[in-house]
């Protein structure tokens, strides 16, 4: 699935996740993490990727690692990468005394998804995630 | 396509209830503070934000609530929320937001929570 950069369009592609996510019949507050997490990763890219294509390429998987049942998101972007490591860690108390109330995003991500690998560099950034049912 | 949230408000006594219908993002987050400021401009001492009908707030909206948190704190108020997904109270509770701002399951018990804070 490849989404334009523009505005909703993370709503578009959370509808996607949804649908899979119900065909495992996984529970619908993990499929709410799964979306905010996807919606997170798009508008991430969206600010700050600069995509070359003015597209995000997103890739949707369902699996089963032992007894488990998993859905997948890749969130490709042809952007100018970052590094995750130079990401500053956000608080809300950082929030209040300086202005800077955002760059929650990845924060989010790992902490609602159950694995999170991130690649980034100067051809684009990747985001994989992986919820279990 | 507009998944962008629609909020209402209504007094009772000094403290403003706000209700969110949709998706809470930049746009849906400024609906939410321009009421939240308007509210508080014509006196509400405590703001209740119910949630109930929304089931996705980004980042962005959340980083506008924080905003109108401060504000709230600045003039010695209470803000509390009400009606969160747990996917909703989840995020709250990572960013912080609920060190600073109570949540309660239910409107009526926000409403007795900030009206049994002093101010």
Known sequence: MTIPVAP???IVATAQAAALGEYIAMPRDKIDE???ALV????NAFEHAECRDEQLHLKFRLGRDAKREWLE???LD???GFDSEKVEEPSI???FVGHRKRGWGLQIIKSLMDEVEITSGGGGTRILMRKYK | MSESCKVSSERRGDVAILWTDGYINNQGGEEIAREAYAQLDAGARALVLNLEKTRIVNSIGISILIEVLEKVMDRKGALAFCGLTPTIDKTFRIMGLAQYAEIYPTQ?????GVSSQPA
């Open chain 1, 8 to 10: 909703e369009m993370e």
């Open chain 1, 34 to 36: 799964v979306k905010l």
């Open chain 1, 40 to 43: 997170e990763a798009c508008i």
């Open chain 1, 73 to 75: 998101v890749e969130v």
């Open chain 1, 78 to 80: 042809k952007g100018k």
């Open chain 1, 93 to 95: 108390e950082k929030s």
């Open chain 2, 108 to 112: 009526d018990e926000a409403l007795r």
